[in-house]
């Protein structure tokens, strides 16, 4: 089983701690996603995993092998995507996938095939020998998660993968990586959009200034951080000033779990469904408090659970 391990991983630079003792182990086939604001300590971990720089402190193994005192081994497996170079640009897939997999040490006979095999799997055969410096960012990228591939990798570390792409490029990495994720690989993958790893992702880990915050499959984590039995929440704005007598009013009506809000807003954490939701309206309506929106909050779980997280170690 593919296995990422971190005990007590520390970077330091200077007076900063950008990785702050980060314990974390990731096995199996799985998609995790890794979150933080910008300067968390993402890029640093992904780098320290692929031995691109040095701890302060701590180690890291791959499926059981330290990074870098048995380097070659632990990567053998690991395809990783982080700081990559731009590809020279007057090279095509073909030929630069094959250099890449000569320095891989993928041997001549095997070489050819192996290229010809990664290329179709991100969907690029028909641009296997144009010039990679007429293609667009997301035809770049494809090309970048085909070099992950070329050591038939159980496991792939990638950083930001969607960065910088539009909503189709965006779609396709996508795609690319839920298919990857069938192959029974592991995918370690730093991101910013929630949204994002909300869909491709099984887990996630959320760090801030250097710690982990949080670990595990996505439904425990976004859970853990709403009210205890909420489902949903309910936004509702009214002309009347919101209040705590107002407030324990709503919190007594069928399935409310707690209301927060003020100046006009509620925020209401819901444990119904649509009948309950449609109730949940009319009591409102008479209270006679002048309700004049009533809706689901846009936030997802996710968002909702990442903003209190960080909130709370601002
Ligand atoms: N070579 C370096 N020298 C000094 N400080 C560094 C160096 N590399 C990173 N840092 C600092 O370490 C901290 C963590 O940086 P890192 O790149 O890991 O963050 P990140 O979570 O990847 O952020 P982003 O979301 O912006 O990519 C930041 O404060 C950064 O400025
Ligand atoms: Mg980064």
Same mark, same amino acid.
């Given at each position: 089983?593919? %296995?990422?391990?971190?005990?007590?991983?520390?970077? #330091?630079?200077?007076?900063?701690?950008?990785?702050?003792?980060?314990?974390? $182990?990731?096995?199996?086939?799985?998609?995790?996603?890794?979150?933080?604001?910008?300067?968390?300590?993402?890029?640093? $971990?992904?780098?320290?995993?692929?031995?691109?720089?040095?701890?302060? %402190?701590?180690?890291?193994?791959?499926?059981?092998?330290?990074?870098?005192?048995?380097?070659?081994?632990?990567?053998? #497996?690991?395809?990783?995507? &982080?700081?990559?170079?731009?590809?020279?640009?007057?090279?095509?897939?073909?030929?630069?996938?094959?250099?890449?997999?000569?320095?891989?040490?993928?041997?001549?006979?095997?070489?050819?095939?192996?290229?010809?095999?990664?290329?179709?799997?991100?969907?690029?055969?028909?641009?296997?020998? %144009?010039?990679?410096?007429?293609?667009?960012?997301?035809?770049?990228?494809?090309?970048?998660?085909?070099?992950?591939?070329?050591?038939?990798?159980?496991?792939?570390?990638?950083?930001?993968?969607?960065?910088?792409?539009?909503?189709?490029?965006?779609?396709?990495? #996508?795609?690319?990586?839920?298919?990857?994720?069938?192959?029974?690989?592991?995918?370690?993958?730093?991101?910013?959009?929630?949204?994002?790893?909300?869909?491709?992702?099984?887990?996630?880990?959320?760090?801030?200034?250097?710690?982990?915050?949080?670990?595990?499959?996505?439904?425990?984590?976004?859970?853990?951080?709403?009210?205890?039995?909420?489902?949903?929440?309910?936004?509702?704005?009214?002309?009347?000033? &919101?209040?705590?007598?107002?407030?324990?009013?709503?919190?007594?009506?069928?399935?409310?779990?707690?209301?927060?809000?003020?100046?006009? #807003?509620?925020?209401?954490?819901?444990?119904?469904?649509?009948?309950?939701?449609?109730?949940?309206?009319?009591?409102?309506?008479?209270?006679?408090?002048? &309700?004049?929106?009533?809706?689901?909050?846009?936030?997802?779980?996710?968002?909702?659970?990442?903003?209190?997280?960080?909130?709370?170690?601002?």
């Amino acid at each position: 089983m593919p %296995s990422i391990v971190m005990e007590q991983l520390s970077k #330091r630079y200077g007076s900063l701690m950008a990785l702050d003792s980060l314990s974390l $182990t990731l096995e199996g086939g799985r998609c995790v996603g890794f979150l933080g604001p910008n300067g968390a300590g993402k890029t640093t $971990t992904l780098k320290l995993l692929t031995d691109l720089i040095k701890p302060t %402190s701590g180690k890291a193994s791959i499926n059981g092998y330290d990074v870098h005192t048995e380097k070659r081994r632990a990567l053998e #497996r690991c395809g990783a995507l &982080v700081e990559t170079p731009e590809i020279y640009p007057s090279l095509t897939p073909r030929e630069a996938l094959s250099l890449l997999a000569e320095m891989r040490g993928i041997r001549g006979g095997e070489r050819e095939e192996r290229v010809k095999a990664v290329i179709e799997e991100v969907k690029m055969e028909d641009w296997m020998d %144009s010039r990679i410096g007429k293609f667009s960012k997301g035809m770049k990228q494809r090309i970048n998660i085909a070099s992950t591939l070329l050591a038939e990798p159980e496991i792939i570390i990638l950083d930001e993968p969607t960065s910088g792409l539009d909503p189709r490029g965006m779609a396709e990495v #996508r795609e690319m990586i839920r298919s990857l994720k069938r192959k029974n690989i592991l995918i370690f993958m730093s991101s910013h959009l929630l949204s994002e790893v909300q869909d491709i992702c099984d887990d996630v880990a959320i760090v801030d200034h250097g710690k982990l915050l949080v670990h595990g499959p996505l439904s425990e984590v976004t859970s853990k951080f709403l009210p205890e039995g909420a489902k949903r929440t309910i936004d509702v704005q009214c002309s009347a000033s &919101v209040d705590d007598a107002l407030k324990s009013k709503v919190a007594s009506i069928e399935g409310v779990v707690s209301v927060d809000g003020g100046s006009g #807003r509620m925020s209401i954490a819901f444990s119904g469904g649509s009948a309950a939701q449609a109730k949940l309206l009319e009591e409102m309506v008479k209270l006679n408090i002048g &309700v004049y929106s009533f809706r689901e909050a846009t936030t997802s779980p996710l968002e909702e659970t990442y903003m209190r997280l960080i909130k709370e170690t601002l």
